[in-house]
């Protein structure tokens, strides 16, 4: 089974509109991390945003927030006033923390492509 | 400048022809790791490692080598490769194994025929 679950395989949005991107996971740990990844047309990989478990506020960072519902296990990324450059894929990835020794190996969502238009 | 770099940035290569991908970063990061990215795949963690001389499985090591005799350097090594082993390929490094956030260096795309 996957850990997480990207569901739309593309978005398109229209220039200044707000945009979210669903992310779900599966972990039986109480102690993980949630991250959001993009990655535009030149292939790197630029970290956007990170959610710990325990944390209790939605992580906000800059356009970028985290809306994080735990009990449904979901993280989904908002945009606000989504821009041109906004246009990339987006990766959900979690950490699972296992206790002293655990590997933390990261699991990666398949990816959004997110289109935004003028 | 606070980056991770890797080379080359392209290889077209044979199979079985010994290759080496370098990757260095200099945040004097302890926890370096290796991903390969895949179409509809997403990434996913060849090896890492948590500091000098320790080193240990990803999900998908089968196939790659690493070593990391210091601390900024963490090549990626396959001693064999196939065609199965081409990809777009990511080296990361964080502070520690249980920082939030990750570096990553531009990619290497490579291509075994």
């Known amino acids: 089974a996957q850990k997480i679950t990207q569901t739309q395989p593309g978005m398109f949005v229209q220039e200044k509109e707000a945009v979210t991107l669903d992310c779900t996971y599966d972990t039986s740990d109480q102690s993980y991390g949630l991250f959001w990844y993009k990655q535009p047309s030149s292939g790197e990989m630029i970290f956007l945003i990170y959610?710990?478990?325990?944390?209790?506020q939605n992580a906000t960072e800059g356009r970028y927030s985290l809306n994080f519902q735990k009990a449904r296990k979901s993280a989904n990324l908002v945009i606000s006033a989504s821009q041109l450059g906004d246009s990339a894929m987006y990766f959900c990835?979690?950490?699972?923390?296992?206790?002293?020794?655990?590997?933390?190996?990261?699991?990666f969502g398949r990816g959004t492509s997110l289109i935004v238009h003028p | 400048e606070a980056q991770v770099t890797q080379n080359p940035r392209y290889l077209i290569t044979v199979t079985g022809k010994k290759l080496t991908v370098t990757c260095s970063q200099n945040?004097?990061?302890?926890?370096m790791s290796w991903y390969r990215q895949d179409p509809g795949l997403g990434l996913r963690q060849i090896y890492y490692s948590m500091n000098v001389e320790v080193t240990d499985k990803g999900d998908v090591p089968e196939g790659y080598k690493v070593s990391r005799k210091e601390k900024r350097n963490f090549p990626l090594i396959l001693e064999s490769p196939s065609p199965n082993q081409t990809s777009l390929y990511f080296c990361?490094?964080?502070?520690?194994?249980?920082?939030?956030?990750?570096?990553f260096g531009p990619g290497t795309r490579l291509t075994v025929t």
């Open positions: 959610q710990g478990s325990y944390d209790e």
């Open positions: 990361a490094s964080s502070l520690w194994r249980n920082s939030y956030e990750q570096y």
């Open positions: 990835a979690m950490r699972e923390g296992r206790g002293s020794g655990g590997s933390y190996i990261p699991t």
């Open positions: 945040m004097n990061h302890e926890y």
